[in-house]
């Protein structure tokens, strides 16, 4: 018997007289008067006391009957998954960091946002740990305004909130100064601004600004606080502390270059949570890193999957004891600190009878055909261009920089793209007429460094400037900008599309911070028509975008991949699981569900996609159902039967189809199911003619 907690309590009938009471056992419940204790208490509601009398025994009785149910396995509590998920994850985040507490918030099917979700939990958590006669520090950020905005407690006396940093003129609706007034509304506490800019213009200004009385007694006040509320951004440029403009005075080149992987309070550590030196130091006035680990209560609020690396690197270096996340984060940020056993906390594991033992000749390592491991890049790019020598050739002996044979040409838009190396046939299987014009190649799951994308721009270049497409992943954007940067020197006009198709590695509401993957096979094709075509560099880059923007792609993970340098497998996926969201370089799923069949898994994917893309009856896609390495095309044609009909079901035509190995992830087993919504533009595009090593359109 499985019984849920949530079951409600029900008014059970109670029997009065002593003849009904000696009745048998009802037929259903056998001869076992445990399985029918258990169901008057769990199924039907009723009272230990209602139950005594409704079976002829003491309530002592009952109450020994229900215990001994549970010691034998009669009964077994069941939480609900998703939210015993959560638990797990949390308990796991609190032990291995050595948190105060941590809250995780239950994975959802994205019906609400999950900045709302985290508000919503934050401010659950400042219920419980806002005392009376606090004096709480708040940094600024989207996060936080949402914890605000959704905490109301009543009944604290001689609370203070600090606004923890300096204020900006800025028009966003989380400034610094908006943030704290919030806080300080939600909880009828006094407010205490800090009346100065966040970043001045020169290290004097804030030496002296910092030397007035008014800005001396608010810092006291701030060097008073005992708790602590903060966000934490990524560095990938779509993060809040980006796009607000904050830091528009000083280029962040100057920090990714040295390995910045997050930011505290408007300060950047590194992935070890160390501060990272650079031009904003001595013109930032708010509270230091120094400051915030000498608060007692640091709360942190962060979510998404882009930003793991941001808030590792924050629990590495200390600065937060109290951790609200969610669980597909939370898991990330395991995984990525080398902790694997959370996922199999997360399984049922079968039990062993009889004690038996495992099965023997288990394998640790992966066959692989290789010959130097620390080699395996530049051999396989020399079989690539010696194999495709019609199509392709290295712009110098390195094979880093690839370029179309029959591509670049005078007067035409040249196409850049370029990633990591582990996805054959992406990315150099999409280089030749019609499509890119070259390609940067970088290691396994690693950017192309700046040097081959600069000698592709140049290559690519035919006087009417270059456009850069490639997916969105933090060494991608610092390098290709550091090389458009180097292009702008040399007189090439540069314009950029980063892909964000990945519709599982963050919410609707932050589009932009989503990775590009599978179906960066659409935006490539679309960007390359519209360069063959003739089109000038703002034509081809809004046809780029809008193809992105209309782009949606989900991957599900069934067997890891593993690199050849280890050929051991990059994480655990149990025997009976799967990753939906899965990511093309081994980053875990937003969730991890038990096995389902084609169609379960497709229906799942497909749902999302609709629930997105909002299609009409009569509209026109085109397909994309992409294997990661290992999955066959058996198994791709089941899944593209499964969007066929989905997809017939709702009137919708499919235009054009693809199956098989496009964007791959080394050998891992799982498919991704991209759809492009098409209009009249984007289907003209998609029918140009291109030839290439693994794409041909025909006229």
């Known amino acids: 018997m499985t019984v849920k907690t949530s079951s409600a309590r029900k008014n059970g009938s109670v029997r009065n007289s002593a003849d009904d009471a000696s009745e048998p056992i009802p037929l259903r419940f056998g001869d076992d008067p445990y399985v029918w204790a258990c169901w008057l208490y769990y199924e039907d509601g009723m009272t230990q006391g209602d139950i005594a009398e409704t079976m002829g025994i003491s309530r002592a009785t009952v109450n020994s009957y229900l215990a001994d149910a549970r010691a034998r396995g009669i009964v077994n509590i069941s939480i609900e998954p998703s939210r015993l998920s959560s638990l797990t994850i949390a308990q796991e985040l609190k032990r291995h ?46 996060t936080v305004m949402a914890v605000g905005e959704q905490t109301s407690i009543t009944g604290l006396q001689d609370v203070t ?129 120094d400051m915030l680990k000498k608060i007692g209560l640091r709360i942190a609020v962060a979510g998404g999957f882009d930003k793991v690396p941001a808030i590792l690197a924050a629990l ?20 990525a600190d080398g902790v694997t056993e959370v996922d199999q906390k997360l399984l049922q594991r079968p039990r062993v009878e009889n004690g038996t033992p495992p099965a023997t000749g288990f394998r640790t390592h992966i066959k692989k055909f290789l010959n130097n491991p620390d080699e395996v890049v530049e051999e396989m790019l020399y079989g690539a261009v010696k194999a495709h020598a019609a199509y392709l050739e290295p712009v110098d002996s390195s094979h880093r920089a690839l370029v179309a044979r029959t591509g670049p040409r005078a007067g035409k838009v040249g196409l850049v793209i370029g990633g990591g190396t582990g996805h054959e046939p992406a990315f150099f299987g999409y280089v030749g007429k019609g499509l890119a ?57 540069v314009r950029t599309v980063v892909t964000t198709d990945d519709i599982a590695s963050s919410p609707l509401e932050d589009r932009e911070g989503r990775r590009g993957v599978a179906g960066n096979f659409f935006i490539f094709k679309v960007a390359g028509a519209a360069c063959d075509r003739g089109l000038s560099l703002v034509a081809c880059e809004t046809a780029t975008r809008k193809a992105n923007a209309r782009t949606f792609t989900m991957g599900v993970a069934l067997e890891p991949c593993s690199l050849p340098q280890t050929r051991r497998h990059n994480f655990e996926i149990g025997p009976d699981d799967i990753e939906i969201g899965m990511g093309i370089h081994g980053e875990p799923g937003v969730i991890r569900e038990k096995m389902m069949t084609a169609d379960e898994i497709t229906d799942r994917v497909m749902d999302r996609i609709f629930a997105e893309m909002k299609p009409a009856s009569g509209d026109r896609v085109a397909v994309l159902v992409n294997s990661f390495g290992a999955t066959p095309l058996m198994e791709l044609y089941i899944l593209f039967r499964r969007v066929e009909q989905r997809l017939s079901a709702k009137g919708i035509v499919i235009e054009a189809n693809w199956v098989g190995h496009y964007c791959t992830s080394l050998d891992m087993v799982g498919a991704s199911i991209s759809i492009l919504h098409l209009d009249q533009e984007l289907t003209e595009l998609l029918h140009h003619p291109c030839d290439t090593a693994f794409l041909r359109v025909a006229n």
């Not at 966040?198 to 810092?219: C, G, K, M, T, Y």
């Not at 192309?448 to 270059?466: F, H, M, Q």
């Open 97 to 142: 960091f050595g948190l105060q507490d941590c809250l995780v918030v239950p994975s959802d099917d994205n019906t609400r946002p999950l900045i709302d979700r985290l508000g919503r939990a934050g401010a659950q958590a400042l219920q419980r740990l806002l005392k009376s006669g606090d004096t709480l520090a708040v940094v600024w950020g989207r």
């Open 437 to 493: 014009d070259a390609v940067a190649v970088g290691n396994i799951f690693s950017s192309p460094p700046p040097g081959p994308i600069l000698e592709c721009t140049r290559a690519a270049s035919g006087g009417e400037g270059v456009l850069f497409v490639y997916g969105n992943y933090a060494g991608d954007v610092m390098n290709f900008e550091m090389a458009a940067e180097m292009a702008a020197e040399e007189n090439i006009a």
């Open 161 to 289: 909130v600090v606004q923890a940093t300096g204020g900006t003129s800025a028009t966003f609706a989380y400034t610094p100064e908006l943030c704290a007034a919030a806080f300080a509304d939600a909880v009828d506490a006094r407010l205490i601004n800090i009346a100065a800019p966040a970043i001045v213009s020169a290290p004097d200004v804030r030496n002296i600004l910092l030397r007035e009385p008014l800005i001396e007694s608010q810092f006291e006040a701030l060097s008073h606080a005992n708790k602590v509320i903060f966000g934490i951004a990524s560095m990938r440029p779509n993060s809040t502390i980006h796009t607000s403009g904050f830091f528009e005075s000083v280029s962040l080149q100057q920090y990714l270059a040295k390995d910045a992987a997050g930011i505290v309070a408007g300060r950047f550590i590194d992935g070890q949570g160390r501060p990272v030196a650079g031009p904003l130091d001595d013109r930032t006035i708010g509270i230091s890193l």
């Open 316 to 335: 590495r270096g200390g600065y937060v004891n109290v951790l609200i996340t969610d669980a597909a984060t939370g898991r990330g940020i395991l995984h």
